[in-house]
């Protein structure tokens, strides 16, 4: 099994800066894509971003614009299994718990096509 532990959330006020660490553990095999996704209160979860093992980084459309910006970003540490996701001028609006998202292989079934795994969410709260 693969465990992801999500980590940096807080309560903040508008205009500070986050950076949530996602640290995946286990039985793995191989890490592919990792990504962020979101939950605000009574509403879907949603994609923040994604980056593949290799660096390459996707937004949503939601957030594309304000990556282009600088307000949210993607990095991942391939040596310490860690994806990343800075997020700069937080406004109300990002308020959510914020879950991470890898796809890895595990070592009992590396034959195996890779599987989504989540983490249990880290809440931000971003007051006014």
């Known amino acids: 099994q693969v465990q992801l532990v999500e980590s940096g959330g807080g309560l903040v006020q508008a205009g500070g800066s986050l950076r949530l660490s996602c640290a995946a553990s286990?039985?793995?095999?191989?890490?592919?894509?990792m990504g962020w996704y979101r939950q605000a209160p009574g509403k879907q979860r949603e994609l923040v971003a994604t980056?593949?093992?290799?660096?390459?980084?996707?937004?949503?459309?939601?957030v594309n614009a304000d990556s282009v910006k600088g307000r949210f970003s993607i990095s991942r540490d391939n040596a310490k299994n860690t994806v990343y996701l800075q997020i700069n001028s937080l406004k109300p609006e990002d308020t959510a718990v914020y879950y991470c998202?890898?796809?890895?292989?595990?070592?009992?079934?590396?034959?195996?096509?890779?599987?989504?795994?989540w983490g249990q969410g880290t809440q931000v709260t971003v007051s006014s």
């Open positions: 286990g039985s793995i095999f191989s890490l592919n894509a």
């Open positions: 998202n890898a796809w890895a292989v595990t070592s009992q079934d590396k034959l195996r096509p890779d599987k989504p795994y």
């Open positions: 980056i593949t093992s290799r660096g390459r980084a996707d937004y949503a459309d939601s």
